[in-house]
């Protein structure tokens, strides 16, 4: 019996502490921002993105420079799968185009959602 309940007790720290890394993973990080607002991103400029939540994603540059993208509604899932395809005919991703949320397993296509502008920021260090 007792070894019922270690394992019941274990079960919930690790789903509970599961669900925090998830929350922490997407807690949007303190910016600054650090220019004017553009429409559009080079495609083969961009090196990383980090989505934050349902409704941010953090575009990572080479060269260093990072664009924050809010998007003017919530995306359903985005911050859960922190995945998403997008479409477009030019060098560039703007904020006329759709992202959308890629589920797993196998890449099922989720909600489209619209991006915003693109603000580049400078993101406050631990």
Known sequence: MRALVAVAALA????????QAKKDRNAVPPATPSGKAVSCVTLNQIRETRVHGDKVIDFHMTGGRVYRN???????????????????????????DIITVLRTPPSIPGPSCGLGQFQPVDIARK
Do not use: H, I, M
Not at 12 to 19: A, H, K, N, R
Not at 70 to 96: A, H, I, M, V
């Open 70 to 96: 809010e998007l003017p509604y919530s995306c359903s899932s985005l911050g859960f799968e922190e995945r998403f395809s997008y479409k477009t005919s030019l060098n560039q991703l703007c904020s006329t």
């Open 12 to 19: 919930l720290l690790t789903t509970g502490g599961s669900v």
